[in-house]
């Protein structure tokens, strides 16, 4: 069997269990639809690893596989390509739904539906990461939308189903514009795969001029807007904050980055793709800051995480929209890149065992309000955890976000450091990473003691639920996971930029010291900055400030005025730049 022929099993293997699914759910009852379930998961979500892990030898050597669906020629049919990018794209993406998955056993949801949307939607985040071919790349991008509404509306919690559905309407109002710009592409090329054109651009006159800088503008900024960059976030927070735990994890840590990396294959190759990178770098840069200084606001837990998975966004964001415009043959664009995606892996590790921790914490205590929950710790052991399990995983986390060493968020973030080193970006990155501390300071106070038992405290007598034993097992998994990835940082850095250079990069040469002094005395700055902001946004004052940017009034329209905005200024900015 040849390398080609096996590329489409991360796509077709969760697309097998669904329909496995499916069937079962039809055709049988009882244990054996159980049965038939489970396999059906352990094929859609099993099975893939072994074809990612056989793939990787050759992938590192520098193999790209690309062919085109049904034997057609390039400029009709579907073109795939898989290489060092979408292998590790799909891994995060199989990583995290694998995780995700576990911890729905014990706190739901569940049901044969749920499993079925399930897959699909990682089988759509395969698709995704491979496609070479923009009309293509809309079909994914609306699978990934379409179930991401549905899983969002699973929680059946009171504002779910509103949130899915402004989710729904801005999304669907940018991907118009998508299929807009896809259209002006396509008259002015005659094809959709992004070799074509790019190559067709080239020969017209001022490679497709304000047509094609249009066209360009209209898909950077439908795809922006699923990335949740600023102005084009608005979205997030709700969906996020109103999704189940586990859904709110594979949000966070692989459905918003997805498109991005996405977005890689067909900027760094049409013209004026450069201008459109350095804009969304600045925008990320700004939307690190943004988003924490509103993320510190926040009352709410899950929608405390929501605002941070933006601001952590803005990190990534940053660093690849500096890697598209320096070009990633360069070793600063590679440098970059490498950078952008350890930060896009290692928050999705952190970020979702925070969600799966504080999702655990908050419906054993039956609050979500920060500063009213106390004693969260007693809490979760009168739930059944002997073993602090779900605190120890909550610090390992929270540390993690902050850059505490020798965490994985210290390694990637001392990797965008040296990355952006003497750069405008270094500073706004490094003030908020002061944000992030006083941040999940104030976050890690529902699992302090509480001084007496009032009517704002949950009520400690009872036990609204217990911690089940795959919720412990995905939260460990996790913690493991940024424990070793952080140890392990220097040589996965390597492998990362390995796979993104197609195997030219030799991963046996000495990494850089990620613990030198000066990145460990950043930190100890970092952190005690962190603690002084906590103080002061702790005072009478500061909480007033803090309810002004917390109230400030958010409602539907202005999602559209913010994606139009968006949308405006980048074909501004293309076309002054052009």
Not at 152 to 172: D, H, Q, R, T, V
Not at 316 to 343: D, E, K, N, R, Y
Not at 500 to 517: E, K, Q
């Amino acid at each position: 069997m040849s390398h080609s022929d096996i590329i489409f099993a991360p796509i077709f293997l969760p697309l097998l269990g669904s329909a496995l699914v499916f069937c079962g759910k039809s055709f049988f009852k009882g244990r054996k639809a159980k049965l038939i379930e489970y396999s059906a998961v352990f094929i859609g979500l099993g099975l893939p690893w072994i074809v990612l892990f056989y793939l990787l030898p050759f992938i590192l050597s520098g193999t790209t596989i690309q062919l085109v669906i049904g034997n057609w020629f390039g400029g009709v049919g579907i073109i795939y390509r898989f290489d060092g990018l979408a292998w590790l794209v799909i891994f995060l993406g199989f990583l995290i739904a694998s995780a995700a998955w576990i911890y729905t056993l014990g706190a739901g949801p569940r049901g044969l539906g749920f499993n079925a949307i399930f897959l699909i939607q990682t089988a759509a985040l395969a698709a995704t990461a491979m496609t070479a071919d923009l009309f293509n790349l809309f079909v994914c991008l609306e699978i990934l939308g379409i179930t991401s509404y549905v899983l969002i509306a699973s929680s059946e919690k009171p504002g779910a189903f509103l949130a899915s559905f402004s989710y729904l309407m801005i999304s669907a109002t940018a991907m118009v514009f998508f299929l807009v710009g896809l259209l002006g592409l396509y008259r002015l090329t005659g094809t959709l795969s992004y070799e074509g054109i790019a190559a067709g651009l080239k020969i017209l006159p001022g490679e497709g001029g304000i047509t094609a800088i249009v066209s360009l503008s209209l898909i950077v900024a439908a795809i922006a807007m699923r990335v949740a960059v600023m102005p084009l976030y608005g979205w997030l927070p709700d969906a996020h904050a109103l999704a189940p735990h586990a859904i709110s994890a594979v949000l966070s840590g692989v459905l918003i980055k997805t498109p991005l990396f996405a977005l890689t294959r067909i900027l760094i190759i049409l013209p004026g793709g450069i201008e459109a990178g350095r804009l969304m770098g600045y925008a990320g840069a700004a939307t690190a800051l943004v988003g924490v200084i509103i993320a510190l606001a926040q009352k709410d837990t899950k929608r405390l995480l929501a605002y941070h998975s933006i601001s952590q966004i803005g990190y990534i964001v940053s660093a690849w929209g500096a890697a598209v415009t320096a070009g990633l043959s360069t070793p600063a664009g590679l440098t970059l890149m490498t950078a952008a995606f350890l930060h896009a892996m290692y928050h999705a590790l952190f970020k979702g065992l925070l969600f799966l921790t504080i999702g655990t914490t908050t419906d054993l205590a039956g609050e979500r309000d920060v500063y009213k929950l106390r004693g969260a710790a007693i809490i979760l052991y009168r739930g059944g955890e002997k073993f602090p399990v779900t605190l120890l995983c909550f610090l390992v986390g929270a540390l993690a976000i902050m850059a505490i060493p020798p965490l994985n968020g210290y390694a990637s973030k001392a990797a965008l450091s040296y990355a952006f080193k003497g750069s405008w970006q270094a500073s706004v990155l490094f003030a908020a990473g002061i944000g992030t501390t006083a941040s999940f300071i104030k976050l890690s106070r529902i699992y302090w003691p509480q001084k007496k038992i009032n009517q704002s405290s949950p009520k400690t007598g009872t036990i609204p639920g217990k911690v089940s034993g795959s919720v412990q097992i995905s939260q460990i998994f996790l913690a493991i996971m940024c424990i070793a990835s952080g140890i392990f940082a220097s040589r996965i850095s390597l492998i990362v930029k390995k796979l993104l250079s197609n195997g030219i990069i030799d991963t046996n040469r000495v990494p850089p010291n990620l613990f030198s002094i000066q990145n460990l005395e950043k930190t100890a700055i970092t952190v005690t900055a962190g603690i002084v902001l906590f103080l002061i946004v702790s005072t009478g004052s500061g909480k007033k400030i803090l309810s002004l940017i917390r109230n400030r009034p958010r409602n539907f329209q202005g999602l559209f005025l913010s994606f139009s905005l968006g949308m405006f200024g980048l074909t501004l900015w293309m076309i002054y730049k052009s």
